[in-house]
């Protein structure tokens, strides 16, 4: 102590000492530091880049972007060129407009109509040549199948129209004996009268008697006849009526055949366009192109190889780290984060803002078995992530610190030890 009141400028350095360190105790005591959990991890695998790929393959037509080009979902990527696929969906759109026009024709035929309607029938995608030809050829076989209906039907009709002719004749010609018959009959009875009295001779009965068997004979041949011919009539109506039935139940069975194929048709002509369809490679979501495999036109793609990747632009970079079970009650989905990348000098990776976006539900055990973890996946901000002048890959490791959200000053650091003592003490 004498030395100190001896000695000025050994004094002035103890009072400054004290000074300081009571303003320490005091920064100590009242400066709040962000209490959190550290925790250590690495950068994951983009898992929302999306692998463009093509179920059939083919011949590279076009390619219309670059390495790097910003795209919008469903902008088209590359054009394929399939020959095939071109020509089955010109012959699929051939063969459902020759079954539209079938049916069109048929239902026609069906209701008795003097011309097919084809003027409905849908010829999308069928080159003109081709429908020329369809609209010609069923207008053709439908007025051949109406001529060929009428034509066994006129021959029925032609005789069944002579029949009634021939009726017609023989009931005159039935009437008109009818009458002589009469006549010889009155005649006959006067005679008879007559040749009582001895008033004529009997050769002239006889006679008159074999005119009125003639007569009767000749009335009964041409009953039967004419009974023949109505009879024939009737069978004649009957075969015409059969003739446009089984023509009615030929084109209804022909018309649910076409209806059978119609579905038929256009399930095949769907999946055709749809493989056509799929020769334009479009994005499947808005992002860059990344990892083009393909440069030039003429290149052929192999079904269900990578052509290329989107990845999402303006999304943060992502990582995975572990939390000691021990700090999990702390840890919940939307906490901030302070992230380093570890694996870059410290002047090359500054400190990035993120957040929790998912915590694991239950434990993972580490690949050697040795501890327990929970999985936490922070996402930080994109604008932060430019800032990093280094190539960032899956796998570096990150170190995270993930605030809590309390607020502790120094001196509760310091005496924590010492306080959990007299807790355990204080339950004891």
Not at 63 to 78: N, R, Y
Not at 362 to 367: G, I
Request: hydrophobic residues 40%; contains cysteine.
């Amino acid at each position: 102590m004498g030395v100190l009141r001896s000695d000025p400028t050994l004094r002035r350095s103890g009072i400054a000492c004290l000074v300081l360190f009571g303003l320490f105790i005091v920064f100590a005591g009242m400066a709040p530091l962000a209490e959190g959990t550290t925790a250590f991890g690495k950068v994951a695998g983009d898992s929302d880049r999306q692998v463009v790929q093509h179920l059939e393959g083919g011949i590279i037509d076009e390619i219309l972007v670059e390495e790097g080009d910003s795209v919008e979902a469903g902008q088209p990527l590359m054009i394929l060129r399939d020959v095939a696929a071109t020509s089955g969906r010109e012959r699929a759109a051939i063969d459902q407009a020759e079954n539209a026009a079938s049916i069109a024709r048929l239902r026609a035929l069906s209701a008795g109509a003097a011309d097919p309607d084809l003027d409905r029938v849908d010829f999308s995608g069928v080159p003109a040549e081709a429908k020329a030809e369809i609209v010609q050829r069923h207008r053709d076989l439908f007025f051949q199948q109406r001529r060929k209906v009428d034509a066994d039907v006129g021959v029925l009709e032609t005789r069944r129209a002579g029949l009634a002719a021939s009726v017609r004749n023989r009931q005159a010609e039935i009437d008109g004996n009818a009458r002589q018959l009469a006549i010889v009959r009155a005649d006959l009875a006067d005679k008879r009268g007559l040749l009582r009295e001895q008033l004529v001779t009997r050769s002239e009965v006889t006679g008159l008697e074999r005119e009125e068997a003639r007569l009767s004979a000749e009335l009964g041949r041409l009953n039967t006849a004419r009974a023949a011919d109505t009879a024939e009539m009737a069978d004649l109506s009957e075969q015409i009526a059969q003739a446009r039935a089984q023509f009615s139940e030929t084109v209804a069975a022909d018309l649910v055949e076409e209806f059978a194929r119609q579905s038929e048709l256009e399930a095949r002509r769907t999946s055709v366009e749809d493989v056509v369809e799929r020769n334009v490679i479009s994005a499947p979501m808005a992002g860059a192109v990344l990892n083009l495999r393909y440069r030039t036109a003429g290149g052929v793609v192999t079904p269900g190889e990578p052509i290329l990747e989107i990845v999402p632009e303006g999304e943060g970079l992502v990582a995975t780290v572990e939390i000691r079970p021990s700090d999990i009650e702390d840890i919940f989905r939307g906490q901030k984060v302070r992230a380093r990348l570890a694996g870059i000098d410290s002047w090359r990776s500054p400190s990035i803002e993120g957040e929790v976006t998912r915590v694991s539900a239950d434990l993972k055990t580490s690949a050697d078995g040795s501890y327990s973890f929970y999985e936490a996946r922070i996402r930080m901000d994109a604008g932060e992530r430019a800032q990093i002048d280094a190539k960032i890959v899956p796998g570096m490791p990150v170190e995270a610190f993930l605030e809590s959200g309390r607020k502790r000053t120094i001196l509760d650091y310091f005496f924590e030890p010492l306080t959990s003592i007299l807790r355990r003490g204080a339950r004891s």
